[in-house]
């Protein structure tokens, strides 16, 4: 299955958050824990481990409510210009930042 | 006799025994080459000494220590280490166990000790501004909401020091400006306020005589300075545009200018966005050259005898420390000690330094003169290294 295009992750957040990652189940468990150790320690240095925030805003479900995950993914993949937010696409790939993204919405700390 | 109260007192004992005291027999001892290890996801520290690179205890329950820092008091006995949580905490390094802890904010960066040792001051960034401590007792003395003009917004505050004149010197993040607070009165700071300092000042430091301070600035190349000894001539500029128009590259974890790397009037400082370290010349504040490095330099600190930097980096070249030698200016060795080197610390004569190797669980000692690895101790995901030479040294 491919992944959904831009446009449509929009509409799928428009519409309530039915947002799924829908290949992300592709991804290896390996994999995945790399990606959690990233989150943890790497945004984590800026963010805070436990996602509450540092000099950059916290990142915890709470906080995201309501925030599209396709904002998040392309937040993660290309950084916010102006801020010290960089792009992480060298270190993570489209699919992998869907994930991630999905992981802060649900406020989950383990990649099971 | 005292062998006999010690017998005849089991619970004594116990407790002796209990606290992990750091000497497990009664003599006394100094604290001259102790030192704490931060262990970040655990919330514990580790009390090291660094003669025989030994483990004496471990304290546990400081609370979220990512990004923990830490100052020691004058006696060098207690180390005060700030925790992300908010937390501020009291360790006494001999009975190997926390004097006291208070939860002061939601949020904080840092701290520092003032100039006599009375005062705590802790930096925050939820709610932003600085909060002041008595040292002894941790009782709350003043607090600073650091706001930008009239603004009822608490700007984050980042590059906290004390400086001479009982003085802390702190930067406003969001606002862009930095404070000099005299602390004559400890419940009625005096504020010097320099407002347009430069576009997100991320970090900042003193020197080791304790007369300039300087910001490192994010949204812009260059740094800002403020000479202490004259503070009415306002701070001002220094190397301007250091980037020379070029786009910066992505910085994948903030520098930091927590050490005033210095030697022969000349001070040494990460850049922003370039895999550089930028030399400045101390008596007229401008670039005395740079140094190409491996990636984007995180920390940048001098041997105590200025002859050597060691350099560390920000992901991904994070596995990696370069040394450069500050006669030649030229890189003498890279080390590669593992994944994730966080953070750097010299014993007080710097014949060693302790490295913490986040990822691989450990803390390697390394001989600064033959680069080889002397020793290495199991940390648990282990950040910040403070020894106790800290308690002698202005802005530490």
Same mark, same amino acid.
């Given at each position: 299955?491919?992944?959904?295009?831009?446009?449509?992750?929009?509409?799928?957040?428009?519409?309530?958050?039915?947002?799924?990652?829908?290949?992300?189940?592709?991804?290896?468990?390996?994999?995945?824990?790399?990606?959690?150790?990233?989150?943890?320690?790497?945004?984590?240095?800026?963010?805070?481990?436990?996602?509450?925030?540092?000099?950059?805003?916290?990142?915890?479900?709470?906080?995201?409510?309501?925030?599209?995950?396709?904002?998040?993914?392309?937040?993660?993949?290309?950084?916010?210009?102006?801020?010290?937010?960089?792009?992480?696409?060298?270190?993570?790939?489209?699919?992998?930042?869907?994930?991630?993204?999905?992981?802060?919405?649900?406020?989950?700390?383990?990649?099971? | 006799?005292?062998?006999?109260?010690?017998?005849?007192?089991?619970?004594?004992?116990?407790?002796?025994?209990?606290?992990?005291?750091?000497?497990?027999?009664?003599?006394?001892?100094?604290?001259?080459?102790?030192?704490?290890?931060?262990?970040?996801?655990?919330?514990?520290?580790?009390?090291?000494?660094?003669?025989?690179?030994?483990?004496?205890?471990?304290?546990?329950?400081?609370?979220?220590?990512?990004?923990?820092?830490?100052?020691?008091?004058?006696?060098?006995?207690?180390?005060?280490?700030?925790?992300?949580?908010? $937390? #501020?905490?009291?360790? @006494? !390094?001999?009975?190997?166990?926390?004097?006291? %802890?208070? +939860?002061?904010? /939601?949020?904080?960066? =840092?701290?520092?000790?003032?100039?006599?040792?009375?005062?705590?001051?802790?930096?925050?960034?939820?709610?932003?501004?600085?909060?002041?401590?008595?040292?002894?007792?941790?009782?709350?003395?003043?607090?600073?909401?650091?706001?930008?003009?009239?603004?009822?917004?608490?700007?984050?505050?980042?590059?906290?020091?004390?400086?001479?004149?009982?003085?802390?010197?702190?930067?406003?993040?969001?606002?862009?400006?930095?404070?000099?607070?005299?602390?004559?009165?400890?419940?009625?700071?005096?504020?010097?306020?320099?407002?347009?300092?430069?576009?997100?000042?991320?970090?900042?430091?003193?020197?080791?005589?304790?007369?300039?301070?300087?910001?490192?600035?994010?949204?812009?190349? $260059? #740094?800002?300075?403020? @000479? !202490?000894?004259?503070?009415?001539?306002?701070? %001002?500029? +220094?190397?301007? /545009?250091?980037?020379? =128009?070029?786009?910066?590259?992505?910085?994948?974890?903030?520098?930091?200018?927590?050490?005033?790397?210095?030697?022969?009037?000349?001070?040494?400082?990460?850049?922003?966005?370039?895999?550089?370290?930028?030399?400045?010349?101390?008596?007229?504040?401008?670039?005395?050259?740079?140094?190409?490095?491996?990636?984007?330099?995180?920390?940048?600190?001098?041997?105590?005898?200025?002859?050597?930097?060691?350099?560390?980096?920000?992901?991904?070249?994070?596995?990696?420390?370069?040394?450069?030698?500050?006669?030649?200016?030229?890189?003498?060795?890279?080390?590669?000690?593992?994944?994730?080197?966080?953070?750097?610390?010299?014993?007080?004569?710097?014949?060693?330094?302790?490295?913490?190797?986040?990822?691989?669980?450990?803390?390697?000692?390394?001989?600064?003169?033959?680069?080889?690895?002397?020793?290495?101790?199991?940390?648990?995901?282990?950040?910040?290294?403070?020894?106790?030479?800290?308690?002698?040294?202005?802005?530490?």
């Amino acid at each position: 299955m491919r992944r959904p295009r831009h446009k449509t992750g929009i509409i799928l957040a428009a519409l309530g958050a039915l947002w799924t990652c829908a290949v992300c189940a592709d991804i290896p468990a390996a994999r995945k824990a790399e990606l959690m150790h990233l989150l943890d320690q790497d945004c984590g240095s800026c963010h805070g481990l436990t996602r509450k925030g540092g000099l950059g805003p916290a990142l915890t479900r709470e906080a995201l409510a309501g925030k599209p995950a396709v904002m998040l993914r392309e937040v993660i993949l290309h950084g916010r210009p102006g801020t010290p937010m960089p792009p992480w696409n060298s270190f993570v790939n489209e699919q992998e930042a869907d994930w991630l993204a999905q992981i802060l919405l649900e406020g989950k700390t383990d990649a099971h | 006799m005292r062998t006999e109260l010690f017998h005849s007192s089991r619970k004594f004992f116990l407790s002796l025994v209990g606290a992990a005291l750091v000497s497990a027999c009664a003599s006394p001892r100094g604290t001259g080459d102790l030192g704490i290890i931060v262990e970040r996801a655990a919330g514990s520290v580790q009390v090291i000494e660094t003669s025989h690179h030994t483990r004496l205890a471990q304290v546990t329950g400081l609370g979220d220590l990512s990004h923990a820092s830490a100052v020691y008091s004058r006696d060098a006995r207690y180390a005060y280490v700030f925790g992300r949580d908010g $937390g #501020l905490t009291k360790v @006494d !390094l001999l009975r190997g166990r926390i004097d006291k %802890r208070i +939860v002061q904010a /939601g949020n904080a960066i =840092g701290g520092a000790i003032s100039q006599d040792g009375r005062l705590i001051a802790v930096s925050n960034y939820e709610p932003g501004g600085v909060k002041v401590f008595a040292s002894d007792t941790l009782e709350l003395l003043a607090d600073i909401p650091a706001g930008s003009g009239d603004s009822k917004r608490r700007s984050k505050v980042v590059g906290l020091v004390d400086a001479p004149g009982d003085r802390f010197v702190f930067t406003l993040w969001d606002a862009g400006e930095i404070w000099v607070a005299d602390m004559h009165n400890p419940r009625q700071p005096q504020m010097l306020k320099f407002p347009n300092v430069g576009k997100q000042p991320y970090d900042g430091t003193v020197t080791p005589d304790g007369r300039y301070y300087i910001a490192g600035l994010f949204g812009e190349d $260059g #740094l800002a300075l403020l @000479d !202490l000894w004259q503070p009415e001539k306002g701070v %001002r500029r +220094v190397l301007e /545009g250091y980037g020379r =128009g070029e786009q910066p590259l992505p910085v994948f974890k903030m520098p930091h200018m927590d050490y005033w790397a210095q030697a022969n009037d000349i001070a040494y400082v990460p850049a922003v966005g370039r895999h550089e370290v930028l030399v400045i010349d101390q008596k007229d504040w401008k670039e005395a050259g740079r140094v190409a490095v491996a990636g984007q330099p995180v920390f940048v600190i001098a041997r105590p005898d200025g002859r050597q930097l060691w350099v560390n980096f920000a992901p991904p070249d994070n596995d990696t420390v370069q040394v450069i030698d500050t006669l030649s200016l030229k890189i003498v060795r890279t080390l590669k000690p593992g994944k994730a080197v966080l953070h750097m610390e010299f014993t007080p004569r710097g014949e060693q330094v302790w490295l913490s190797v986040r990822d691989e669980n450990r803390v390697d000692v390394y001989d600064t003169e033959s680069f080889e690895r002397r020793a290495s101790l199991p940390v648990d995901k282990p950040s910040g290294i403070f020894f106790t030479s800290r308690a002698q040294r202005i802005g530490q």
